[in-house]
C-alpha cells in the first residue's frame, strides 16, 4: 500500500488512491473546481495542482494517483502561482457579478435584491430582517436617504430603477408592527463601552455592540437621542415619531442613554479611558481644540483612523461619522457604526482588529443591451410607480410587492455558496472587473420550472454533465460545440427541464458557481 506525506502528514492509502483523496483522508483540503466525488475525474481546472517535491513535478491532484515515497506539498510557491493563473483564467470567462450594483454602491452593502424578493413574496418581517442586518435605522434612510443605490440599479438602464428607498421605507413601517428586532441578542460579556455622540452613527454602533452582548452606554450633550437627524431634518422630511421608534428598539437593546452631558464638562473624557473598555467617538463636526483634549491623530478633516477598523492612534478608541469625515449621508454613518461595532468586538474578544469581511467580488461593469433584455426574462415590466398618495405617504403593501417584482435579480444566487468566488478570495485581493470585450455574454435559460441557467457563469468543469450522464438522463445535458466555443447545453435543443431530469437537485447542489440555481433564492 502506497505510503506518501503531505504537508508533512504521513499518510498510507490504498493502490489507485488520487493524491486529492489521501490529503482528504488526513483532512487536509486542497481546492479543486471540476472534482466530485463519486464521479470520473475530469482535469479541466488546474485548481488543484500541487508540488511534488522529489522530483519538483507540479501535479493535478485530481487525476495523479499517491505512489509509495511521494512527498507532496500543497501550497509551494510555485504550485500557488499556477493555481493563481488557472483562477484567472477561469474568471475571464465568468460572466456575473457576486453582489448587485446597488448593493455594492450602497454605503451600507445591505443586501438589496434579498430585502426586494421578500417584500415581492409578501414577507414583509423577512425583509425588515434583513434591512435590520446591515442598517440599525430602516424607517428613517427609507426617507432620507439620497439612494445612491437607486442610481446603481441596472433596471434603469432599461426603463425607470426600483423605488429601493421607499420599499426600504415600507418593509420598516409595515414590519415593524409585527418585530422587536433583534431576535437573538448574545450573553452579557461584561464589556463596558462608552459612546460619544447619539446621531446615527453612534446609534448603530450600540445596536449592533448591544446584540453582541456588550454594554453600551451613549452620552451626549442634547436633551434627546438623534443628532442632526433629530435637530438638523424638518419633521416633515422625517416625523420624530419614527425617529423615537427605532431609537426605542435600541434603547430596549439595553442600551442606557446618558443626555444633556456634555465629555469635557460633565465627564472628564480620562475618566470614560479609565471606566470603560473601548470608546467609541461619533460626536459630529467637533473642533480641533476639542480633539486634541481627546489625544488621538487628527487632521483637519477630523480624527485619523483606519479606513476599514475606524481605529484611531489610540487602540481602544474608534471613531465615525463627521468627526472623520464630514458629510451629510446618513446611511454613511450608520455604516461606520456597523463598522465599528464589528472591529470592537473583534477587539473585545480579544482578536485581532480586521474589521468588517472584505470578501472578492466580480463585476460586470456595463452590459449591453441584449443582456439586459436577458436579465429581464425575470422581471415584471411593470413601469417604475410611486405611491398613490405621494411619496410622503409611502407605499402600500400592494404596491410594493408590485415594485419589487421590477427587480432584475442581477445579484449571484449562490453568492456565499461559490467556491470560485472563495478560492479568488483565498489567492487575490480587491474587486476584479470583468472585460466586457471577449467575455461570454449574459444569458438566462428559465425553461426549467424550479431552476435558472446562467451559461455566461458557467466554468466548464463537467460536474453538471457527468451527474447526468451518470444518472442515465436522456438527453441530460452535455458539452455542445468544440474548443474555446464548447459550452454546456442540452442536447436537441431540448428544454432544460428534460435534460436535467431527476438530477436537478444535485446539479444545483454541486454546481461551484451561480451557473445552476434555484430560481426562488
Not at 469581511?357 to 436577458?374: D, H, T, V, Y
Amino acid at each position: 500500500m502506497p505510503r506518501l506525506t503531505i504537508n508533512g502528514h504521513s499518510i498510507t492509502v490504498d493502490p489507485g488512491t488520487t493524491i486529492l483523496d489521501a490529503a482528504r483522508v488526513a483532512g487536509i483540503i486542497i481546492p479543486a473546481m471540476c472534482n466530485l466525488k463519486g464521479l470520473p475525474h475530469f482535469t479541466s481546472c488546474m485548481v488543484c495542482v500541487v508540488q511534488e517535491k522529489n522530483s519538483s513535478r507540479l501535479l493535478p491532484s485530481c487525476s495523479a494517483l499517491a505512489t509509495d515515497g511521494m512527498v507532496v506539498e500543497t501550497d509551494t510557491n510555485e504550485a500557488r502561482h499556477v493555481r493563481t493563473g488557472s483562477l484567472s483564467l477561469l474568471m475571464s470567462e465568468h460572466a456575473g457579478d457576486c453582489q448587485a450594483p446597488c448593493t455594492t454602491t450602497c454605503p451600507a452593502h445591505m443586501n438589496i435584491p434579498l430585502m426586494i424578493r421578500q417584500i415581492a413574496a409578501g414577507k414583509p418581517l423577512e425583509a425588515l430582517t434583513t434591512v435590520y442586518d446591515m442598517i440599525a435605522l430602516p424607517g428613517v434612510l427609507g426617507r432620507i436617504c439620497p439612494a445612491p443605490c437607486e442610481k446603481a440599479c441596472r433596471r434603469g438602464r432599461i426603463d425607470a430603477p426600483l423605488s429601493i428607498c421607499l420599499l426600504k421605507r415600507f418593509s420598516a413601517d409595515d414590519g415593524a408592527a409585527g418585530i422587536s428586532p433583534p431576535a437573538h441578542v448574545s450573553p452579557s460579556t461584561q464589556h463596558r463601552v462608552a459612546i460619544v455622540g447619539a446621531g446615527p452613527a453612534g446609534l448603530a454602533a450600540a445596536f449592533y455592540l448591544a446584540q453582541s452582548g456588550h454594554a453600551c452606554t451613549i452620552f451626549d450633550d442634547h436633551p434627546h437621542p438623534g443628532g442632526q437627524l433629530r435637530y438638523g431634518i424638518p419633521e416633515y422630511l422625517l416625523p420624530s415619531t419614527v425617529l423615537d421608534r427605532e431609537i426605542k428598539h435600541i434603547h430596549d437593546l439595553g442600551v442606557n442613554f446618558r443626555m444633556n452631558t456634555r465629555v469635557g464638562s460633565d465627564i472628564a473624557f480620562e475618566d470614560l479611558k479609565a471606566g470603560y473598555d473601548a470608546i467609541i467617538l461619533t460626536p459630529g463636526i467637533t473642533s480641533p481644540d476639542i480633539l486634541a483634549t481627546w489625544k488621538v491623530e487628527f487632521t483637519p478633516r477630523g480624527i485619523k483612523v483606519d479606513g476599514h477598523t475606524f481605529r484611531s492612534s489610540d487602540e481602544k478608541i474608534f471613531a465615525g461619522g463627521e468627526v472623520i469625515q464630514a458629510g451629510h449621508m446618513a446611511v454613511r454613518a450608520v455604516a461606520h457604526g456597523k463598522s465599528m461595532a464589528i472591529s470592537i468586538d473583534q477587539f473585545l474578544g480579544g482578536l485581532t482588529v480586521t474589521g468588517p469581511p472584505n470578501r472578492f467580488e466580480s463585476r460586470l461593469g456595463k452590459i449591453e443591451a441584449a443582456e439586459g433584455q436577458e436579465l429581464m426574462k425575470e422581471a415584471s415590466p411593470h413601469v417604475r410607480i410611486s405611491p398613490i398618495d405621494g411619496p410622503g405617504t409611502g407605499f402600500t403593501q400592494d404596491e410594493a410587492i408590485r415594485e419589487s417584482k421590477r427587480c432584475m435579480h442581477c445579484d449571484c444566487r449562490k453568492a456565499e455558496a461559490c467556491k470560485l468566488r472563495d478560492y479568488m478570495e483565498a489567492h487575490m485581493t480587491g474587486p476584479m472587473h470583468v472585460p466586457a470585450e471577449g467575455r461570454k455574454p449574459v444569458e438566462r435559460n428559465i425553461t426549467h420550472p424550479r431552476v435558472i441557467f446562467e451559461s455566461g457563469k458557467c466554468i466548464k468543469c463537467g460536474i453538471c454533465v457527468r451527474i447526468t450522464t451518470h444518472a442515465g438522463e436522456k438527453p441530460g445535458l452535455a458539452f455542445l460545440g468544440r474548443g474555446f466555443d464548447a459550452m454546456v447545453g442540452v442536447p436537441f435543443g431540448a428544454s432544460l427541464e428534460a435534460g436535467l431530469g431527476h438530477s436537478a437537485d444535485q446539479c444545483v447542489k454541486e454546481c461551484p458557481t451561480g451557473a445552476l440555481a434555484w430560481k426562488e433564492l
